[in-house]
């Protein structure tokens, strides 16, 4: 097996990220402006075509039974970073081709974002497989934090400079800003995988996997193994009710604030910012206390932030119900602080137990399992937005008051938080140190030497 990755490696994986983030937010977020703002179309088809990139990543699971047969991770992060670069491409070009023959540019553009979730599944799935492969324990929770700021940041300095260089706006520069960035993203990723993992390491790990996983040949096989793992189901469920909720309140809060606390579109711009401050404090937050001695050594660490993110979360959601209440006097800029905080606490302990969990069980298939929790994520992202308007919107018919409608909405999503707290509370993870001596649960890194019979396994 490779040797345990280093803080250069886990950078070099966060650069991926980062470019990932960079491609996404182009499609997401600046083609979305211009659809809607420069072409005068009904904001549903972009949001449509968004939902659709979060669907398709069902075939996460797909993609990172790949990387497990095929041993290694990096060529599928090349691979779909190049699928991603190229949905990019192809969706600004038919975002421009839209003046010109509306139909053939709409539909270019939604190939185009077929491929960047394609592209996402692919590049995103095996980059977390690699980490949870390669990674230490008890950098886990570090590695988390460093990966996820660097795809923040991906997204900051990606819409910040496409901004600059988008004005004075055409669809000739529309198409050379995409050109750019997906030409940079795939450079940078290209050099950030050059010989992170060693080929002569190739033969070995096929034949580990092979040894260890022949019962798993196929793809529905190796899914139906993984799924039949109780922690892996306890923790899907609680990714996709952790996440709904999570995403839920993303596209509702800014009219809230604008509508019941009389925000300004700058102000609520501005408080949305506070809230992505608040995430970043959050994420930094569990690893930093990882350096406090006495807390180092408690083995519940994850599982403490992961419960008490979602429980605050859920607190903060309940807070904006009751300040509709009294807008007035209500200090709505600290509770999205709070909520940004524990957002960005419970997101950093679940990926770092995700990533202790994929390594643990029967066969090498982190990936799968990596791919199926990836999915459960994608599916609440889609979900979500479209939940939490329709929600919004349908309450507002019913109630005559817009505090009460969307506190109503708010107040089901820290329900659905509650009900995450209480499944991350049950969630069973294998303590590092000691998985090795379960038959069934090889320590990370440490492939068994022969393979278990499933019936011992569930048993």
């Known amino acids: 097996m490779t040797k345990p990755f280093g803080w250069l490696q886990i950078i070099r994986l966060g650069l991926v990220q980062a470019c990932i983030g960079g491609v996404v937010v182009l499609a997401t977020s600046t083609l979305n402006r211009v659809i809607v703002v420069e072409l005068g179309l009904a904001a549903v088809i972009p949001g449509l075509m968004v939902a659709g990139h979060y669907l398709l990543q069902i075939i996460r699971p797909r993609m990172g039974f790949g990387a497990d047969q095929s041993g290694r991770c990096t060529p599928w992060i090349r691979g779909g970073m190049l699928m991603l670069a190229a949905g990019g491409l192809t969706a600004g070009f038919g975002t421009g081709l839209i003046v010109q023959d509306f139909r053939t540019g709409l539909f270019i553009c939604a190939m185009g974002f077929v491929g960047i979730g394609i592209g996402v599944s692919a ?53 050379q800003v995409s050109a750019w960035v997906t030409s940079l993203a795939t450079s940078l990723t290209l050099l950030a995988t050059w010989r992170l993992e060693p080929a002569r390491a190739l033969d070995q790990t096929l034949s580990e996997t092979r040894s260890v996983d022949s019962a798993a040949t196929t793809f529905r096989q190796a899914l139906r193994s993984v799924l039949d793992e109780p922690a892996v189901r306890q923790f899907t469920v609680f990714v996709f009710i952790s996440m709904l909720a999570f995403s839920a309140q993303d596209l509702i809060l800014e009219p809230y604030a604008g509508l019941v606390f009389g925000y300004t579109p700058g102000e609520s711009t501005q408080l949305s910012g506070l809230q992505h401050a608040g995430v970043l404090m959050g994420m930094l937050l569990v690893p930093l206390s990882q350096l406090i001695p006495a807390v180092k050594r408690h083995k519940g660490l994850l599982r403490f932030w992961t419960v008490t993110g979602c429980l605050v979360s859920g ?59 990836g999915a459960a994520q994608a599916l609440a992202f889609a979900l979500g937005g479209l939940l939490g308007t329709a929600m919004a919107d349908l309450a507002g018919q019913w109630m005559s008051q817009l505090a009460t409608a969307y506190g109503s909405v708010f107040l089901l999503e820290a329900l659905a938080f509650l009900w995450a707290a209480i499944l991350g509370g049950r969630l069973s993870t294998v303590d590092p140190t000691t998985a090795a001596a379960s038959p069934c649960g090889p320590t990370p890194g440490r492939p068994l030497k022969a393979p278990i019979p499933e019936e011992t396994c569930r048993a």
């Open 123 to 175: 590049c995103g799935t095996s980059v977390l497989a690699l980490l949870a492969k390669s990674v230490p324990a008890a950098r886990r929770a570090p590695a988390a934090t460093v990966v996820w700021l660097m795809m923040i940041a991906g997204f900051a300095v990606t819409a910040g400079t496409a901004g600059h260089f988008l004005d004075p706006f055409s669809m000739d520069r529309l198409l």
């Open 315 to 373: 607190a903060a959601l309940a807070g904006l119900t009751i300040g509709g209440m009294s807008p007035q006097d209500w200090p709505l800029r600290l509770n999205v602080f709070v909520l940004g905080m524990a957002n960005g606490a419970f997101s950093i302990a679940a990926i770092a137990s995700m990533m202790a969990l994929a390594g643990q069980g029967a066969g090498q298939r982190e990936g799968t399992r990596m791919g199926v929790w």
